[in-house]
């Protein structure tokens, strides 16, 4: 440049060069050592480390190939308001130029003339993806719930170019402001609480007391609840995995992936007839058989030991094993044998201890225990407290047909005289009213003196497993391998 005559950049003045100076200007700013600093690149990778919903999320992007994913967004440059000098006049319709760049996300600018007054909230995604990638989107329940509410959402998928391996799904979301921004802020570090967008609770949480929790409560009536909910985790959703296997792909992400979980014991507290533990076993089990590990061992324990279901279970699996006396899981011991690690599972049951006990089971597990996970489709949000009614209902009525269709004490008590539907929906929604947040979760944990974290990862999460309403919350605490300072998920 220097060499350069002084008339070489008299063009400089020309006014239509201006708009995209000051672009080259706010790009510049943007990644300015003022404005990207280390706190920003800390944030960054604490994003990538907790994302829960994208499996291989990374500080990084390679923009030909692979598992990354690039956000930018162009929606406050302010492109439309700009001029292009005489000639060009202002932008009509703003959209990048073609270019192949797997996994690129942009959210576009909006001329908000162009739409219609229902439309003026809408944000603009482009993203371009592989193929293969879109076939997977296009599976994915959370895009199909968009796509399918054609009144709110635009949503489709366009080929990038008609030769192209890329494809770029485009979706406008009129008044999907606020979901996106949330879904982005669950992922941020619950240490923070202050800057996490809570689910949207409807009150405070209760400890009600459930028909099942009292000294009366008949045997026959758990353990006919029961039986549904183990029914209720081989629901399949629209993506074709059940809500067992859905949970157990948290439960390998989380831990690591599957050679990981190879090293350990796997304890279900509050079994009740088994939940989804079967299904975790056959699917962990097969997963490490072909890839040469040791099967691992699944452990079922309750206080109300349900012994004539699990006996049933350890014999078609000899990974699953039982203890027959009651266990508080406030109280449990450590069970796994010497030389592997103890992950302890809460399936559908944390709501039923109340904080105290809650603490407790959250100390013991991390004092005792390597990791431990909390699931819950239970919560004090709408779309849960109508799904659970909803399912309350048909397991009621389902499994007396399948499993009592002889008995005419079932049949009486379930479709002339509904106790057992008053008790499923009862129960159902008394659970729902005990749901916690993870934030409440967090507080009972990390309120408590002398409870040491600095060796814990602890994430928590939530995942659309049975569209529309059916979700999933998990609350997990993984214990650092020794020297691990942090860790990614795979
Ligand atoms: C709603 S059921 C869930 C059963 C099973 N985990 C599933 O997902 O189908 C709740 C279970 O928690 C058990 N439970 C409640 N309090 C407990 C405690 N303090 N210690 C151990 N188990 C407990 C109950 O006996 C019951 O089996």
């Known amino acids: 440049m220097t060499q350069l005559q002084a008339s070489a950049f008299s063009g400089a003045d020309d006014p239509s060069l201006y708009p995209l100076a000051r672009i080259c200007d706010a790009i510049a700013l ?4 003022d404005r990207l600093n280390a706190r920003n690149i800390a944030e960054v990778y604490a994003l990538a480390a907790r994302s829960q919903s994208a499996p291989a999320l990374f ?84 895009w199909k719930m968009l796509a399918s509410e054609p009144k709110r959402t635009r949503a489709s998928v366009i080929p990038a170019s008609p030769q192209s391996e890329l494809y770029a799904p485009y979706a406008a979301m009129p008044g999907r402001r606020n979901a996106v921004s949330a879904r982005w802020a669950s992922l941020l570090p ?28 008949p045997d026959w009536l758990r353990d006919h609840a029961h039986s549904s909910l183990a029914r209720l985790w081989q629901v399949k959703s629209s993506n074709g995995n059940s809500l067992a296997i859905q949970a157990c792909n948290v439960l390998l992400r989380v831990l ?7 090293d350990y014991t796997i304890v279900d507290a509050c079994s009740g007839a088994g939940g989804p533990t079967p299904f975790f076993e056959k699917y962990i089990n097969k997963q490490l058989e072909a890839s040469g590990h040791d099967p691992v061992s699944f452990v079922l324990t309750d206080w109300a030991p349900y012994v004539k279901a699990w006996q049933k279970l350890s014999e078609e699996s000899p990974n699953i094993s039982y203890i027959a006396e009651p266990i508080d899981a406030a109280k449990a011991k450590r069970l796994a044998a010497p030389g592997k ?23 013991s597990a991390i004092e005792a225990a ?35 269709r002889w008995s005419p004490f079932h049949l009486v008590f379930t479709y002339l005289i509904p106790l057992f539907p008053f008790y499923y929906i009862f129960d159902g929604v008394v659970s729902c009213i005990r749901g916690r947040t993870a934030e409440e979760t967090s507080a009972l944990l990390r309120h408590q003196k002398g409870v040491d974290l600095s060796e814990w990862d602890i994430r928590h999460g939530e995942e659309m497993v049975l569209p529309p309403f059916g979700t999933l919350f998990w609350y997990s605490g993984v214990k650092k391998s020794s020297g691990e300072t942090s860790r990614q998920v795979t």
């Open 256 to 262: 690591g992936g599957i050679d990981t979980v190879a």
């Open 190 to 217: 619950p240490t923070q609480p202050d800057s996490v967008v809570t689910m949207a609770v409807l009150f405070p949480r209760f400890h009600l007391t459930e028909i099942e929790d009292t000294s009366w409560c």
């Open 30 to 33: 943007s990644i300015s050592a």
């Open 341 to 363: 690690k103890e992950c302890r599972i809460f399936n559908l049951c944390f709501h039923h201890f109340d904080d105290p006990a809650a603490a407790k089971i959250l100390r």
């Open 59 to 142: 500080p990084a992007w390679s923009i030909t190939s692979g598992r990354d994913i690039g956000i930018t967004s162009w929606a406050g440059f302010g492109l439309y308001e700009m001029s292009f000098g005489d000639a060009l006049g202002q932008p009509i319709f703003v959209r990048p130029p073609y270019m192949q760049i797997d996994s690129a996300a942009i959210v576009l600018p909006r001329k908000r003339a162009c739409f219609d007054e229902e439309d003026r909230d809408a944000i603009e995604v482009m993203l371009m993806l592989r193929k293969d990638d879109i076939e997977a989107l296009q599976q994915d329940g959370v």
């Open 370 to 404: 390597d990791a431990f996970f909390i699931f819950e489709i239970t919560h004090r949000t709408l779309p849960s407290i109508i799904y659970t009614t909803m399912a309350s209902a048909f397991g009621a009525y389902s499994t007396t047909w399948i499993e009592h």
